[in-house]
């Protein structure tokens, strides 16, 4: 009996995980746009408590760094140029939780800038475009999964329950999805819609491409949910009452939906989230300067910055966590669903 625990296990770690990212703006020492083109591809630097003469330092510090002569995106520490690591510090204007006005972060420098994470070639922190990045990867995958499961709900408890003739025309046309690779789907419909969009406007574009090619397994799996539940005396005792078939189904039929509405909530966010990320490797999602998942990864496209600056695939083991709480969460869902195979 100890699997079901598991499942307040994972929604607290996916809890902490997308608290931090909605809190970009405080865990991020800079603003995600903010350039210093004097800086370009910084290592991540490194953080110091014992100085060059052996005296320890409680205060985290790092040291400043300079160029080297003749070379590009190579530095060395200057260590007669300490910074020093200043916690709850004021910086770059931002809006908690996009709405409160605030200027605290968790971090930061009242002098030259530290790269924990490294920088971009315009000298972008990468840290504070991760965690926004995020913002715009996580909520684009949450909408797009919750649009596909609306249309799947729908469609599915509309052929389950009435069967027939609309259950065949609703199916047929589910399983035409289904047999369309998913990938290739999205960027036929990508490619028929405007490229040219603002930040906004191609991640509304984005998130209702993607949940519009993800609603036919869901439609499917709701289909069978509701053709059981129909069946069953509570049900059939109801009609005989005369209860319309709207009561019926808002009262006895789609709660019994709500467990494979949650599993698949989990499974779908993280393939929309990876979708995301997709279509903005390729130039097709949100563009520049707005950072997301996926263009944070477009400059390993060149061979220069694939093979020479490692610290650029930050960004994707970012990602890892993420997913991996949303498997672990599908699997504690599934288990609770069926709990008569955790004795077995």
Request: aromatic share 14%; with cysteine.
């Amino acid at each position: 009996m100890a699997l079901p625990r598991k499942l307040p296990l994972w929604l607290a770690v996916l809890g902490a995980l997308h608290g931090v990212v909605a809190c970009a703006g405080f865990f991020a020492p800079y603003d995600p746009t903010e350039q210093d083109r004097s800086k370009p591809f910084v290592s991540p630097m490194k953080i110091h408590f014992i100085d060059p003469q052996g005296k320890l330092h409680f205060r985290p510090f790092a040291y400043e760094l300079r160029s080297r002569a003749g070379t590009y995106g190579e530095y060395e520490e200057d260590s007669a140029r300490p910074i020093t690591l200043q916690f709850f510090t004021t910086g770059a204007n931002y809006r908690l939780l996009g709405l409160l006005p605030c200027r605290i972060h968790l971090f930061g420098t009242n002098g030259p800038r530290i790269y924990l994470f490294g920088s971009d070639g315009f000298g972008r922190d990468l840290l504070s475009r991760i965690l926004f990045g995020g913002q715009i990867s996580l909520l684009a995958g949450l909408l797009a999964a919750g649009i596909a499961l609306f249309f799947g709900l729908g469609v599915g408890a509309a052929a389950g329950y009435f069967g027939g003739w609309p259950d065949q025309l609703l199916m047929r046309f589910a399983e035409l999805f289904l047999a369309l690779p998913w990938l290739y789907l999205l960027f036929g419909l990508r490619a028929f819609l405007p490229l040219s969009v603002g930040p906004l406007g191609a991640f509304l574009l984005i998130v209702a491409v993607i949940g519009a090619v993800g609603w036919a397994r869901p439609a499917r799996l709701i289909r069978g949910v509701v053709l059981s539940a129909k069946e069953r005396d509570f049900v059939r005792a109801s009609r005989g009452f005369g209860a319309s078939g709207w009561h019926i189904l808002r009262r006895h039929i789609l709660p019994q939906t709500s467990s494979v509405l949650l599993t698949q909530a989990t499974i779908l966010v993280p393939q929309y989230i990876l979708a995301e990320v997709t279509l903005s490797f390729l130039g097709l999602g949100v563009p520049e300067p707005a950072p997301s998942w996926g263009n944070l990864l477009t400059s390993l496209q060149q061979y220069s910055v694939l093979i020479s600056y490692w610290w650029m695939y930050i960004p994707a083991v970012a990602m890892i966590p993420f997913f991996l709480g949303y498997l672990g969460l599908a699997s504690a869902l599934q288990q609770r669903a069926a709990p008569s195979k955790i004795g077995a």
